[in-house]
């Protein structure tokens, strides 16, 4: 299996740009996770899909961040405007079986830079 | 309010020796706790998963054990070697009714030769 795919895996963007972030999934696994890593906060939960349906996405940090799940093989989150604090690494994740089996496969990550 | 502490402090060890990693949590209540390896650029990967109900873990040379009443995880790597070098990192879920995995922010582990 390839794994979860993850483009770009880099992004250099300007101020007030928009910024799209692209995942595919393991074929198969049933949720998908946007993960967002930074030195200050470390690893930190956006967003959750089961299902493709959207189930948690309290971590979210405004509205200029938004997710897209439109069938089980592709996701998307995108930023817009993008502002210099968003820049760190996104990582995607996908699993299978729910939070008893919970191992997260993730992708190689997408390093954001916003100038 | 809620916590995963992780000793952001490196930890250097000997080739051979015992690491031995913490994760100190206040305020969850978890089922399940993870711990996964991240090396540098890479994203993390998947090394054990401990049920409340177990008190301990076993795989290879890792050992994870999960006391509920410290609200703590160790994380063990026997006979470590370099190539253990990587960042180390605890995941607990939230017991919300939702699949919602927490993370720590990591120790970051050296196996000296």
């Known amino acids: 299996d390839a794994g979860v795919i993850q483009s770009p895996r880099h992004e250099v963007t300007e101020m007030g740009q928009e910024v799209t972030l692209r995942c595919k999934p393991i074929?198969?696994?049933?949720?998908l996770f946007w993960y967002r890593q930074t030195m200050m906060r470390g690893l930190e939960l956006l967003i959750y899909f089961n299902n493709n349906v959207p189930i948690d996405d309290s971590g979210m940090p405004e509205d200029r961040f938004s997710a897209k799940m439109p069938n089980a093989s592709f996701s998307t989150l995108k930023i817009q405007p993008s502002e210099p604090r968003d820049s760190a690494v996104y990582f995607c994740a996908s699993s299978f079986g729910g939070r008893a089996f919970g191992e997260l496969f993730f992708g190689e990550g997408s390093r954001l830079t916003v100038l | 309010s809620q916590k995963i502490e992780q000793n952001s402090e490196a930890l250097n060890i000997q080739e051979g020796k015992t690491a031995t990693l913490t994760c100190n949590y206040t305020n969850y209540s978890p089922a399940y706790l993870q711990w996964y390896r991240q090396d540098p650029g890479r994203g993390p990967v998947f090394l054990l998963l401990?049920?409340?109900?177990?008190k301990e873990k076993r795989k290879e040379r890792l050992k994870v054990t999960f006391d509920t009443t410290l609200k703590q995880s160790l994380f063990h790597i026997t006979a470590s070697q370099p190539a253990d070098s990587a960042t180390y990192l605890c995941a607990l879920d939230e017991v919300s009714g939702t699949y919602k995995y927490i993370f720590g922010t990591g120790t970051r582990l050296k196996v000296l030769a």
């Open positions: 401990i049920r409340e109900n177990e």
């Open positions: 074929s198969g696994h049933n949720s």
